[in-house]
């Protein structure tokens, strides 16, 4: 089974940039569907972008379209989120997670959490004024 393992959290300043890393080992990444999630203190996790397996298409939670780019790097094994313009509202844990999902192109239900079978341990991004 595939082990996930985030880097690349930090502390920036409002309107800095991060790119965050996750990195997989154990599977080939190009072969699952791979979410990013973030948690904040006291909220929910929520779902913030995809990459589906093999085509590679992609899908962005509304709060951060435009800000946030989702890609895979078939040769490092990986998937990177690069994120512009943070925001204090973007500090939060974020975790990888992957599944394998039927086919190609974006996969029902790939915005809930509960479809994801893999998760990584999480990193930090704290976002200051």
């Known amino acids: 089974q595939v082990q996930l393992v985030e880097s690349g959290g930090g502390l920036v300043q409002a309107g800095g940039s991060l790119r965050l890393s996750c990195a997989a080992s154990?599977?080939?990444?190009?072969?699952?569907?791979v979410g990013w999630f973030r948690q904040a203190p006291g909220k929910e996790r929520e779902f913030v972008a995809v990459?589906?397996?093999?085509?590679?298409?992609?899908a962005y939670a509304d709060s951060v379209k435009g800000r946030f780019t989702i890609s895979r790097d078939n040769a490092k094994n990986t998937v990177s989120l690069e994120i512009v313009s943070l925001k204090l509202e973007d500090t939060a844990a974020y975790y990888c997670?992957?599944?394998?999902?039927?086919?190609?192109?974006?996969?029902?239900?790939?915005?809930?959490?509960?479809?994801?079978?893999?998760w990584g341990q999480g990193t930090q991004v704290t976002v200051s004024s």
């Open positions: 990459i589906s397996r093999h085509s590679g298409d992609t």
């Open positions: 154990g599977g080939t990444v190009s072969t699952y569907t």
């Open positions: 997670a992957a599944f394998r999902s039927p086919g190609n192109g974006l996969p029902a239900g790939y915005y809930r959490g509960q479809k994801y079978d893999y």
